[in-house]
C-alpha cells in the first residue's frame, strides 16, 4: 500500500502553509482522500500531479474558434520549439473557448464574435464573460467570411435571400461557433427566419467540413471562410470581414511561452494566405 500524506506533510513538500492546501482541494485539482473526517493524501498521485503541473507551465492550452490556419501555424510551432514547449488546440467554438477560459481549463482562446448592438468584435463579449476582467485580449488576424459555392454557381445565388428563394440546400456550422453567431444575425438583418434556410438545422463542426459537403454536392452553399474556397476549389461570396482575436488569462500573459507563441504567429503572418489579413497581428486591443 503506498504511503499516504498528512496535510501538514503535504504543505511541507509543497512549501506552502495548510490554508492553501485545503484551497487547492476545494479547488479540485490536489489528489486526495477522506478518512474517518481526515485528510489524507496518496503520495505517488501527488508526486504525479506535481508532474503534469510542471508540464502545464510549460505548454499552452488555447480552446475556440476552429480556424485552419491557426492550427497549422500552431503545429509548426511545435515542431519549430522541437516538441520542447507546444501548444494544444480544441475547436470547440468561440462561445466554447470563452466558457473552456472562465472554467480554468485553459490558458487562453480565440473567438470572433461580432455584437451587433456596438458594431464591435469579442471585447463587447468579455466584458460580459468576465466582468472582473483578468484576461488581455491580442489580434492575431482578420479573416473574410461568407458563401461557399459550388465552381461556377450554378444556382445563381447571390445572398442570404437568394438561398431561401431559390430553395438551395444550406449547410450550417454548430451552436456556440462564431460562425453560426455570424449567420444567425445575418438573417435576423435580412428579416428571414431560420426555418426557412432549408438545411439550418444540418449542422458540422468546422470550416472543412461545410466546404467538403458543398464540394461534394451534398449541400448547395454554406457559410465559411474565404480560405477554403481556394483549398478545395469553391466560388466564394464575402458578407463580412471579421476580426480573429487570442483571450489570454492574465496569469500567463507576459511569460516566456506567449512572447515566444505570438513572436512567432506574428513573423508567419507576414505570409500571404487567401482571404486573410495580418494588419493588426499581435496588436494588444484589451489588457495591461
Request: net charge positive; with cysteine.
Amino acid at each position: 500500500m503506498q504511503e499516504l500524506l498528512t496535510t501538514k506533510e503535504v504543505a511541507q513538500l509543497l512549501r506552502l502553509n495548510e490554508k492553501k492546501v485545503y484551497q487547492l482541494i476545494r479547488e479540485g485539482g490536489l489528489p486526495h482522500v477522506r478518512i474517518a473526517g481526515k485528510w489524507l493524501f496518496p503520495r505517488e498521485q501527488l508526486l504525479r500531479w506535481l508532474r503534469e503541473r510542471v508540464q502545464w507551465e510549460r505548454d499552452l492550452l488555447l480552446a475556440g474558434s476552429d480556424d485552419p490556419l491557426l492550427v497549422g501555424l500552431l503545429s509548426s510551432y511545435g515542431r519549430k520549439r522541437a516538441l520542447k514547449t507546444l501548444a494544444f488546440y480544441a475547436a470547440v467554438g468561440s462561445e466554447g473557448g470563452l466558457f473552456a477560459l472562465g472554467e480554468a481549463k485553459v490558458h487562453g482562446c480565440c473567438c470572433h464574435l461580432l455584437d451587433p448592438e456596438s458594431g464591435q468584435y469579442n471585447l463587447p463579449f468579455l466584458s460580459r464573460w468576465f466582468p472582473s476582467g483578468g484576461y488581455v485580449v491580442v489580434n492575431l488576424w482578420y479573416r473574410r467570411q461568407g458563401l461557399l459555392l459550388q465552381r461556377g454557381n450554378p444556382l445563381g445565388i447571390k445572398g442570404l435571400k437568394d438561398v431561401v428563394k431559390k430553395g438551395a440546400r444550406f449547410i450550417n456550422r454548430n451552436e456556440r461557433s462564431g460562425t453560426r453567431h455570424l449567420l444567425e444575425m445575418l438573417l435576423q438583418q435580412e428579416g428571414i427566419p431560420p426555418e426557412e434556410v432549408k438545411g439550418f438545422r444540418d449542422v458540422v463542426s468546422s470550416h472543412l467540413e461545410v466546404a467538403l459537403r458543398v464540394f461534394l454536392g451534398e449541400a448547395d452553399v454554406g457559410l465559411g471562410i474565404e480560405y477554403m474556397a481556394h483549398l478545395l476549389p469553391l466560388d466564394f461570396i464575402p458578407l463580412r470581414e471579421e476580426r480573429f482575436d487570442l483571450v489570454l488569462s492574465e496569469e500567463v500573459w507576459g511569460t516566456e511561452r506567449v512572447r515566444d507563441l505570438l513572436g512567432f504567429l506574428s513573423s508567419a503572418g507576414r505570409q500571404k494566405v487567401p482571404g486573410y489579413s495580418f494588419r493588426d497581428t499581435g496588436k494588444v486591443l484589451f489588457g495591461p
